[in-house]
């Protein structure tokens, strides 16, 4: 069966400084991966997809992730957090049904 | 595009009382998803539609709980009778062709259903 293992529950950053949330998958071969941002009381949206085409995927706001196979990673990063980065982030693996990480929640400090 | 559109937002009821949760997918989605979310467990698929038509309905923790999916712009998620327990934000969310690489999960604003 399919999971994606997000390493980091909490990742808190200083603003201006470099993003890193970290997601494993697992799978017997390669499979779509999205990202996803919670903000408070809101529902999930989409950041960016892997769908094979490249290995480095660039989505909404600065936000990019790389899909390496050999560590069946795909890490979420952005070159400067900006406060209204905060909030919870997912990894996800997109087949049927879609498999949600535990989720990452992103702190900036000013 | 309006998006997905959940009602109401915010849900506080006895338990014991039967609660109704409403969905408006995305115009021309053909599938149609319940989420819950809690801190302890995250987020788990309840159970999705394809053309109105439920596909997988293992994720709803019992009979208290049924949706339906009458026509192609509405759906329900009832509860009856509620419990503490299912205090939860319940999300619905919408795609189109599901499945593929390029058919991400469009999500409504949530319920936050509290029951005392």
């Known amino acids: 069966a399919q999971s994606v293992t997000q390493l980091d529950s909490h990742v808190s950053v200083s603003e201006g400084t470099p993003v890193l949330l970290r997601c494993n998958y697992s799978?017997?071969?390669?499979?779509?991966l999205f990202w996803y941002v919670q903000h408070p009381n809101k529902g999930l949206q989409l950041l960016l997809k892997?769908?094979?085409?490249?290995?480095l995927v660039k989505g909404i706001n600065g936000f990019e992730a790389e899909f390496k196979k050999s560590e069946t990673s795909f890490h979420l990063t952005k070159p400067s957090a900006h406060m209204s980065d905060a909030a919870e982030y997912f990894c996800?693996?997109?087949?049927?049904?879609?498999?949600f990480g535990k989720g990452t929640r992103l702190s900036v400090i000013a | 595009d309006a998006g997905v559109i959940q009602s109401p937002r915010h849900e506080v009821t006895e338990m014991g009382q039967e609660v109704t949760l409403r969905c408006k997918p995305i115009?021309?989605?053909?599938?149609l998803f319940w989420y819950r979310q809690t801190m302890m467990r995250g987020l788990e698929l309840l159970i999705y539609?394809?053309?109105?038509?439920?596909?997988?309905d293992s994720g709803m923790p019992e009979d208290r709980f049924s949706a339906k999916m009458p026509n192609a712009s509405f759906s329900t998620l009832k509860i009856q009778p509620s419990e503490p327990r299912d205090s939860a934000v319940y999300f619905c969310?919408?795609?189109?062709?599901?499945?593929?690489?390029?058919?991400?999960?469009?999500f409504g604003n949530g319920t936050r259903l509290t029951v005392t």
């Open positions: 969310a919408s795609s189109f062709n599901y499945g593929t690489a390029n058919s991400p999960l469009h």
């Open positions: 799978s017997s071969y390669s499979p779509s």
């Open positions: 892997y769908t094979s085409a490249a290995t």
């Open positions: 996800v693996s997109g087949n049927t049904p879609l498999v």
């Open positions: 115009s021309g989605h053909d599938y």
């Open positions: 539609f394809n053309n109105n038509v439920p596909i997988d």
